[in-house]
């Protein structure tokens, strides 16, 4: 990327959110706002720099949770789409259950998962983050496997290609954009779930636990300043999603997609 179009990716949404936060201060300060209503983004600053061990330390659970779950769903989505694509009659079965256990909410599965384990173990938060980020991989990888142009297929099997051949040659390519359309997605989402699971018990240790504790406390800048820290979490899981995606797009370069076959 040539540093023209850097700027011109970089520096638009910078002046934006510089904009953004000048008029909240304002807005805050020329409305005379309580702090316990909306603070002033100048009272978050100050509670985010006064605090940074506590909130490194709880983004670092978070972030673990949030890294192992995504790691781990990864993985076994991109396997069980593969069994999927191979067994016609396995992906009508799985497929709509899939969907249903997809739609059960995450409260419910958490304290399911909390039940399991000890209060104290990390395990159901990992657990929950695993669930919501197979069904995102497996979906979208599955689609990759099976929506292959009908002219590569023709054209692999005119050579007499072996199924191997053709899966390494075509299905794979094929996948992988939507596997990571499918990262993009996942890895925000896996720090969101991991907030949520937080949240809902387990030990008293990450970004949602403190949030929502220093509101009820009418700490309210400081639950910002976490805020600060959960999004700069967020903000770094999708940058690196999309910095693995440049990678493997430079080293393969065009790749087919899309058509169905």
């Not at 100050?46 to 330390?57: E, H, Q, T």
């Not at 983050?129 to 991989?137: A, E």
């Not at 023709?154 to 040659?169: F, G, N, V």
């Given at each position: 990327m040539s540093v023209r179009r850097l700027l011109v990716t970089v520096v638009p949404p910078a002046m934006f959110g510089v904009l953004f936060v000048v008029a909240w201060e304002a807005t805050v300060k020329g409305f005379d706002l309580k702090p316990y209503f909306l603070p002033a983004p100048s009272a978050?600053?100050?509670?985010?720099?006064?605090?940074?061990?506590?909130?490194?330390?709880?983004?670092?659970v978070s972030g673990s949770n949030a890294l192992v779950g995504l790691v781990a769903g990864t993985l076994l989505g991109v396997a069980?789409?593969?069994?999927?694509?191979?067994?016609?009659?396995?992906?009508?079965?799985?497929s709509p259950l899939a969907v249903a256990l997809n739609a059960i909410p995450i409260v419910v599965l958490v304290a399911v998962f909390q039940n399991m384990y000890a209060s104290t173990s990390e395990i159901p938060r990992r657990l929950m983050?695993?669930?919501?980020?197979?069904?995102?991989?497996l979906t979208n990888v599955a689609k990759g496997l099976r929506q292959v142009h009908a002219t590569h297929l023709?054209?692999?099997?005119?050579?007499?290609?072996?199924?191997?051949?053709?899966?390494?040659?075509t299905r794979i390519p094929n996948a992988l954009p939507y596997l990571f359309t499918a990262l993009k997605i996942a890895a925000p989402t896996a720090?969101?779930?991991?907030?949520?699971?937080?949240?809902?018990?387990?030990?008293?240790?990450?970004?949602?636990?403190f949030i929502p504790s220093n509101f009820a406390n009418s700490k309210t800048a400081?639950?910002?300043a976490y805020v600060i820290g959960a999004c700069l979490l967020g903000l770094a899981f999708y940058l690196v999603s999309i910095a693995l995606e440049a990678i493997t797009t430079h080293r393969r370069g065009s790749v087919p997609g899309g058509a169905t076959a």
């Open positions: 978050i600053w100050d509670a985010f720099v006064d605090n940074p061990g506590l909130i490194r330390s709880a983004a670092f069980a789409s593969f069994l999927l694509m191979r067994f016609n009659l396995l992906n009508e079965l799985v983050v695993t669930l919501i980020v197979f069904f995102i991989v023709e054209l692999m099997r005119s050579y007499a290609a072996s199924p191997t051949m053709i899966l390494l040659k720090v969101i779930t991991a907030f949520v699971s937080e949240y809902f018990g387990g030990r008293q240790n990450g970004l949602g636990y400081v639950a910002w």
